[in-house]
Every structure is written in C-alpha cells, then in structure tokens.
C-alpha cells in the first residue's frame, strides 16, 4: 500500500503569511497528487489536481508543487478562512487510493 | 453545480449491515466513479470504494470481503453495505464523485453522515 506522509501534523501561521505543507510518498507518483481542504464539520473540499492544478473557483493563494515523491502546498498570505486541516491523495498506485494523515493549519 | 446527499441510518448495531445511499442531483449519474470515503472521528480519509455508472466496482482490498455497492440510474443514486459492522467502522460516511480513473481524485462530496456502532 502506497502510503503518504504529511509534515508537520501542526502548523501555527499568522494571517497574512506564508504557509509550506508537505507531502512524501512511498513510492513515486508522477504528478497524480491532490490536496483537499477540510473545514471544522465540512466535506473535504478539492484544491489541487495533477500536483500543480488549481480546481474549479480555487484562489490563486493556493498552489501546488512537486513530483515523484515530494510535494508541497503552499498558501501565500493566508486568510482567516484558511485555518483548516489539509490532506493530500495519490491517485497513481491504487487500490487502495490512499490519503495523507493530514495536516492541521492553526492561528497563530 | 452537482450535488451529492447521503441517507442512512446514524446508528448502527454490531455485527449488522450498513445501508447508505447516495442520492445525485444537479448532473447525470452516467460516466462517474461514484465513490464512498470514510472518516473515523478525529483521523483521516479512508477510501472504500467505488462503483462506475455501468455496475462495474473496485473495493479497498481491507474491507472486500464485507462491502458491496450497488447503483440505480434511473433513480440517480448509488448506494453502500458494509456487512459485519464493528466499532471500528464508526465514521462519518462521504460519497463523492470521481472523473476519470486514470485521473481518480474527487471534485464533488457529500456533506458526509456519521455513523455509529453500538454494542
């Protein structure tokens, strides 16, 4: 099983700064790699597609970067509405499609 | 904008079956992956499965032998059990739509419905 691997598990942020999450996979996965954005009680909601594709009415704040193993999301002056947990998912190697534990950006 | 809504019971004894569905509305059930992804309290997205339009389905090879989805076109949903339910499946359940297989991540989701086991 493919896993992924999100750093940190926490990360404190002021608004209005720049926020650098990572995600490493066990394997390579090309650029099939999205990012999702979890509100408090919310679905998850698509960010990132192909590593680097901003979804549908996403912010330019958000974006995406890497392939094979190593990616990163980055959100440059975050709003308030940022504050939420973020998990990435391969879809390269599957089944099972695998995400990441998450990653939980806080308020500074 | 398509729209996705789970029904189902919130509780759930040990040892039943679970029965969700999935109901989609605001673009054609045809030509999606239609997907269920779960979510124990306070952890992370567990991928379960999903069942193209046509019936054809690809499960989590850890819950295969317990889970069987099913679709119905002509009432535009698609539905979940799990069979053989223990604590350890209580969650919140989400059915989300998926494009592409090649391409298999997950535009559209429910606004997801927990499930509890009890003893």
């Known amino acids: 099983e493919m896993e992924l691997t999100q750093s940190p598990d926490i990360l404190s942020v002021s608004p209005g700064e720049r926020a650098t999450l990572s995600c490493r996979s066990s394997?390579?996965?090309?650029?099939?790699l999205a990012w999702y954005q979890q509100r408090p009680g919310r679905a998850p909601r698509l960010l990132i597609y192909g590593a680097s594709i901003r979804a549908t009415d996403v912010p330019a704040r958000f974006s995406g970067s890497g392939s094979g193993t190593d990616f990163t999301l980055t959100i440059s002056s975050l709003q308030s509405e940022d504050f939420a947990v973020y998990f990435c998912q391969q879809y390269n190697n599957w089944p099972p499609l695998t995400f990441g534990q998450g990653t939980r950006l806080d308020i500074k | 904008q398509v729209q996705l809504q789970e029904s189902g019971p919130g509780l759930v004894k040990a040892s039943e079956t679970l029965s969700l569905t999935c109901t989609v509305s605001g673009g054609p059930i045809s030509g999606s992956y239609w997907t269920w992804i779960r979510q124990a309290p306070g952890k992370g997205l567990e991928w379960l499965g999903y069942i193209y339009y046509t019936g054809s389905t690809k499960y989590n090879p850890s819950l295969r032998s317990r889970l069987s989805m099913e679709v119905d076109t002509s009432k535009s949903h698609f539905s979940l059990k799990l069979a053989s339910m223990t604590a350890a499946d209580t969650a919140i359940y989400y059915c989300?739509?998926?494009?592409?297989?090649?391409?298999?991540?997950?535009?559209?989701w429910g606004q997801g419905t927990l499930v509890t086991v009890s003893s």
């Open positions: 394997q390579g996965v090309k650029t099939n």
């Open positions: 989300a739509r998926g494009l592409e297989v090649r391409t298999y991540f997950f535009d559209y």
